[in-house]
């Protein structure tokens, strides 16, 4: 998976390589040079994400350069002197006056990565939204028959549930597709403001899809304001732009409960997309997981990476109250502790671990309201996978030790794995592998 460019071109060696290595961390592919002169192995500006500019050396960027950079990137100028946010207007020109410290720099670049994102550019296939239950074919129909109109769209979902997924998922299988897609968080007040003041951006996103986050996080005179600067006149006259809303809760709530403006809700009449929290779909969770596995490993330069049987109950059982984010969390750090190629319990947070009891099986709710025998029957198999799967990780997938602990015969004990698809071998401690970091030796990891 290709990782999004940055460059950065500063005069000063030391504040180059910082925030080289800054933007590094964050997950960018940077290149860097001295001076503004021509450099043949820069990236292009339309696939540039974020640059750093030194407008105080001996060869600064002049005005029509940083527009040309400006259009397409998000640009963050360093200077001693007082500077506005110049002829791109202070949406794409950030400035961060010298001297520098690493800790502002870093704070700066986490804005720009998390909080501040250009518009997107869409792949021929879009991005996915991943699932194989019956709930998420409901959720891709609702998609695309989203993405066959012109009409608002309501995207409802819990946090981490993927919203912004999914309206990227409409853009990119729209007959929009070839514009701009931009994105809004309406919980930040800065960008609302920016929005709102900035007629320039409104144009950019002509013919393409704004996708505005949190609604109900923003005041609700801003809200008035908001259908003003993006009613239908407003996106009309500059130029015909789509707009998608994320939410937590439906709209006609979300109205009922103070939250949002019926003026709103009236003003931008469209379908809705609803996305189940992973807790109701607990079927897809092997399927994200072993794709985040895949993803962090390839983004990384890592070796494959396999998830246990024993990790992947656990996974299967936790509630995911932050749902598909906090999954990609979870995995992120099993890849990160996990000692070779394989990920086991140990590795997976400490509030997923805590939630397997030792010894007593999770029952979900609503066990009542099934008859016995079947109720009986889904606790009993989901207590002895979980025994199973924390036996041979005790014992290092070996059977025969893992019977005679257990007081079974080794012939029991492997029909039981056979049942529940255990193999010993995702038990088994693998060769310890020393993981360097990019550019590092193994010694240096240490």
């Known amino acids: 998976m290709k990782r999004p460019a940055a460059l950065v071109v500063v005069r000063d060696p030391d504040v180059r390589a910082l925030a080289v290595q800054v933007l590094e961390e964050q997950g960018f592919e940077v290149a860097s040079a001295d001076s503004a002169g021509a450099k043949s192995d820069w990236p292009r500006a339309a696939d540039v994400l974020v640059a750093l500019i030194d407008l105080d050396g001996p060869q600064p960027p002049g005005p029509g350069w940083l527009l040309h950079l400006g259009g397409a990137s998000r640009v963050v100028a360093l200077t001693e002197a007082e500077l506005p946010g110049g002829p791109m207007g202070p949406r794409s020109l950030d400035v961060l006056r010298k001297p520098i410290d690493r800790e502002r720099l870093a704070r700066l670049a986490r804005q720009v990565i998390g909080d501040v994102r250009p518009p997107a550019r869409s792949r021929a296939d879009g991005p996915q939204v991943e699932g194989q239950s019956q709930a998420m074919q409901q959720v891709r129909a609702q998609i695309g028959a989203a993405s066959r109109t ?16 999914a309206a990227e998922r409409i853009h990119a299988i729209s007959s929009r597709r070839e514009a701009v897609f931009d994105a809004v968080d309406c919980a930040d007040a800065r960008e609302v403001e920016l929005l709102l003041s900035d007629e320039g951006r409104l144009r950019q996103v002509a013919r393409g899809t704004l996708y505005l986050a949190n609604l109900t996080e923003l005041r609700l005179d801003r809200q008035h304001d908001l259908v003003q600067g993006i009613g239908p006149h407003a996106r009309e006259a500059a130029g015909g732009i789509r707009v998608l809303f994320g939410l937590a809760i439906d709209p006609a709530r979300a109205v009922q409960d103070g939250r949002l403006l019926e003026e709103v809700r009236q003003s931008f009449v469209g379908p809705s997309v609803h996305l189940p929290p992973l807790r109701e779909r607990r079927e897809d969770v092997a399927l994200l997981a072993a794709s985040f596995v895949n993803e962090i490993c390839e983004m990384n ?9 024993s990790a992947l109950s656990l996974l299967e059982e936790y509630a995911w109250p932050g749902n598909v984010e906090e999954l990609r969390g979870a995995i992120e750090q099993a890849v990160i502790v996990s000692s070779d190629e394989l990920i086991r319990p140990g590795d997976l947070p400490e509030p997923i671990r805590e939630a397997a009891v030792p010894g007593r099986p999770r029952i979900p709710a609503g066990m009542s309201a099934r008859p016995f025998r079947e109720a009986k029957r889904d606790v009993v198999n989901a207590f002895e996978k979980v025994y199973l799967g924390e036996l041979l990780e005790q014992h290092r997938g070996n059977v025969t030790t893992a019977a005679q602990h257990a007081g079974m015969l080794r012939s029991a004990l492997q029909r039981l794995l056979r049942k529940y698809r255990l193999k010993s071998v995702d038990f088994r401690r693998a060769k310890r592998v020393t993981r360097a970091s990019p550019g590092k030796s193994a010694d240096d990891s240490r």
Not at 159 to 164: A, E, L, N, V
Not at 301 to 309: E, N, T, V, Y
């Open 150 to 165: 012109a009409d608002p769209v309501w995207i409802v979902g819990e946090p981490g549930t993927g919203r912004r997924a």
């Open 301 to 309: 330069h890592l070796p494959p990476i396999r998830i246990s049987s």
